[in-house]
């Protein structure tokens, strides 16, 4: 079975992403997280005794620590999840988004460009370095614009989108100079579990357990396409296998939705499972937009689809109710990460959006 150093794992999609790979013994995984207030370790606690899982606190831009780490483990391949991820916290500061997912990325490609170089021909050639982005490098869509395909053109339009287009970059450039063996998926929106509640369906669903308000910026019509976060992860464990190297992966849900209606659906399935005397919509509040906020994200899963068999087996409400259920079930973790941190980050984005 392969070894893989997962980095970012502490987070939403790589917690996942972990749990489902060990669950399924699909590979054994070093993980390498710098556990920044996005991570929770918590998310792993199931396996924390799994002799196939070891957790590393650390950060993606430390060469030596990461040298260290491919020497001693040998890993056979590296799966990116570690990034800044939050597009209203890269507005606010940008920074750490350079830092991590263009300096980071940087060299945690530097790191194993090294070991890769020492390994024997054959093991060189069946190395893989998958890098995790997003949709949002290809910028922003109107209603009628086809969706995003592996060649549309790059249009980053936050600091976050920004960032992630410049590691893609530099992913593409190892394969094409170096050759090493990267392969960078594109994803849209997840949703799930173990979501850290910055993002809409997790602030949603716990703002609306508090009786707060439920911000929507502008007039809720911009559309995002929204997959089920293990349906993401098999899509990256296929990539893992049978992507072909130096290649991207679009990978969508096929599930547009404006953000209105989104929210408008956690009311209901809140209103079912866990009825108060008047509906959770009545808390709906639209708020100033967000700067620079890009209209609607869609992809085209073609590629993925005809070359590595993928498709989403989620549907979206199927998906939404068991995330929904999760929050509700998991109150402890909740708990867990509303900190006195979390709390300065909703005062910070959130009390001076005059309200409409
Ligand atoms: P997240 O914010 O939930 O977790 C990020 C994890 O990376 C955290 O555990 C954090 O501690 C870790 N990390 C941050 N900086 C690090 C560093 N310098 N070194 C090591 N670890 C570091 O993010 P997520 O939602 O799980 O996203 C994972 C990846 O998927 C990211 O690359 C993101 O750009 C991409 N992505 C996410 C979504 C989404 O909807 N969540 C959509 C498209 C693409
Ligand atoms: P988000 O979950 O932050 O993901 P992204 O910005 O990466 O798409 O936001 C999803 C959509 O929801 C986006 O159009 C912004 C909107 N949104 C709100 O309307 N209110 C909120 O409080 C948040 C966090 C997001």
Not at 13 to 24: D, K
Not at 114 to 125: A, D, E, G, I, V
Not at 201 to 220: E, H, Q, R, S, V
Not at 270 to 297: C, K, M, N
Request: aromatic share 12%; glycine share 6%; charged share 20%.
């Amino acid at each position: 079975m392969q070894t893989v150093l997962v980095t970012g794992g502490a987070g939403f999609i790589g917690a996942n992403f972990t749990l489902v790979a060990r669950r399924n013994n699909w590979i054994n995984i070093i993980n390498l997280d710098k556990l920044t207030y996005a991570s929770n370790l918590d998310n792993l606690g199931e396996i924390k005794d799994d002799i196939n899982y070891h957790f590393v606190q650390g950060d993606i831009g430390n060469i030596e620590l990461v040298s260290y780490l491919l020497d001693k483990y040998q890993p056979q391949a590296i799966i990116n999840f570690a990034a800044e991820t939050h597009v209203d916290r890269s507005i606010f500061s940008p920074q750490s988004f350079i830092q991590t997912n263009v300096v980071g990325t940087f060299n945690l490609l530097e790191a194993t460009r090294f070991y890769w170089q020492k390994l024997s021909l054959q093991n060189q050639q069946n190395f893989r370095f998958i890098h995790v982005s997003t949709d949002e490098v290809y910028g922003s869509l109107k209603v009628q614009d086809p969706a995003f395909r592996e060649d549309t053109p790059y249009a980053p339009n936050s600091p976050y989108a920004a960032s992630k287009a410049a590691s893609d970059h530099f992913v593409r450039a190892y394969y094409h100079t170096y050759g090493l063996p990267t392969l960078t998926t594109n994803c849209s929106n997840n949703y799930g579990p173990r979501q850290f509640p910055e993002k809409l369906i997790p602030l949603t669903i716990l703002n609306a357990l508090d009786g707060k308000p439920l911000p929507i910026y502008g007039d809720g019509q911009n559309i995002r396409d929204w997959l089920y976060v293990i349906d993401h992860c098999e899509a990256i464990y296929l990539v893992l296998q049978n992507g072909k190297i130096g290649e991207t992966y679009n990978i969508g849900g096929m599930n547009e939705q404006t953000n209105l209606r989104v929210v408008k659906k956690i009311c209901t399935i809140l209103d079912e499972l866990a009825p108060q005397s008047t509906s959770y919509a009545d808390l709906i509040t639209f708020v100033a937009d967000r700067p620079g906020h890009d209209w609607r994200y869609a992809i085209d899963c073609t590629k993925i689809s005809s070359e590595l068999g993928w498709q989403p087996k989620e549907n979206f409400d199927s998906g939404l109710f068991k995330t929904v259920q999760w929050y509700l079930n998991n109150s402890n973790w909740v708990q867990q990460v509303r900190s006195g941190a979390y709390q300065n980050w909703l005062k910070q984005n959130y009390e001076n959006r005059t309200t409409k």
